[in-house]
């Protein structure tokens, strides 16, 4: 009952956003998926955490408007310690979801504004309503679906690199981004963040397993792309992401090592299936491949800055007696 919880709420979102037809419509199933895969969300989180949401997009758009082209030295400073913010918010398992979107906004609305300033507003309420649809759609499917059991032990996030050297790494992605504009860019830019933000998978393993994520992922919105061309209504696209979410959602459930390979794969899976992606366009397959090829590249471009900066991981005596522990149960579950 618990996979079916989050992929409901994937779906269910998903579907939502692209009804409505907004812009930055993935937002709506990342909230989702990791509120729904806590043990909330309590009916707070759904009402927070959009209002939080607007009012800090409020304050990006502003200091966009303000700095970014008059004083874009100022600006590009005022950026930095919004992504220092994000990525130290994403470090802690009661905060991880604020920090993700704090990364988003400072990484992917000036990318909105800067070209489009007469647009801030609409652009600023569509994403806090993708917020607000993923955070509401989570709350309402965990009224009727149980969370997680309790955790055993505590949830332990691992930084793949010093914050400030990760934040100082999104920072030149970003703006390497703004001034290039790649197709596919909102796409690349997520793709580096998921990479760079802290995650229960410790050292080098990280690249290793986003790499994973996103063929996975990528695979997944290919079928759902396909499925939706034979078949362009809505209703095909909820059930198409319902079932692709559904294997994830299981492992997710499980809540073994592969816990967090389930959740970034479903994340690619929204970013690659909601941006832009309503069954109504004809070229819908075109602009997948466009944004998958985005996610790599950024996925890329972060595990690169990781292999040359992180410091590789070193197993505390709590972390090598648990190790310990576990391969010792593993043996007696073998054994005759």
Not at 52 to 80: G, R
Not at 109 to 120: D, F, G, R, T, Y
């Amino acid at each position: 009952m618990f996979a079916l919880r989050i992929a409901l709420s994937f779906a269910g979102s998903l579907a939502i956003a692209e009804a409505i037809g907004l812009d930055l419509a993935f937002m709506a199933p990342l909230i989702a998926v990791a509120l729904a895969a806590s043990p909330g969300p309590p009916l707070a989180s759904a009402v927070a955490l959009p209002l939080m949401c607007w009012v800090l997009a409020v304050a990006v758009s502003i200091l966009v408007n303000a700095f970014a082209l008059s004083a874009p030295l100022v600006y590009a400073m005022l950026t930095l310690v919004g992504l220092w913010g994000g990525f130290q918010l994403s470090t802690s398992p009661k905060t991880s979801v604020v920090g993700m979107v704090v990364l988003v906004l400072f990484a992917i609305l000036p990318m909105q504004l800067v070209p489009h300033p007469e647009a801030s507003q609409t652009i600023v309420y569509d994403l806090a309503k993708s917020i607000l649809i993923g955070s509401v759609t989570a709350w309402l499917i965990g009224l009727v679906l149980p969370g997680p059991p309790p955790r055993t032990e505590p949830q332990r996030l691992y930084a793949p690199m010093p914050i400030l050297m990760a934040a100082l790494t999104a920072w030149v992605g970003a703006y390497l981004v703004w001034i290039v504009e790649p197709p596919g860019a909102a796409p690349a830019l997520i793709g580096m963040i998921i990479v760079l933000r802290a995650d229960e998978t410790p050292g080098f393993a990280i690249a290793r397993d986003r790499f994973a994520a996103a063929l996975l992922g990528g695979a997944a919105a290919v079928v759902a792309s396909t499925v939706v061309v034979l078949a362009p209504v809505l209703l095909t696209l909820f059930l198409a992401a319902l079932l692709l979410a559904w294997p994830l959602a299981l492992r997710v459930a499980r809540g073994d090592e592969r816990r967090g390979l389930a959740i970034k794969s479903m994340n690619v899976l929204a970013v690659l299936t909601a941006q832009e992606f309503s069954p109504l366009f004809e070229d819908t397959q075109t602009r997948l491949w466009v944004r998958i090829v985005g996610v790599m590249i950024g996925i890329a471009y972060a595990s690169l800055a990781l292999a040359l900066l992180a410091p590789r991981h070193r197993q505390s005596p709590a972390d090598m007696a648990g190790a310990d522990e576990n391969s010792v149960t593993a043996a007696a579950r073998s054994s005759p």
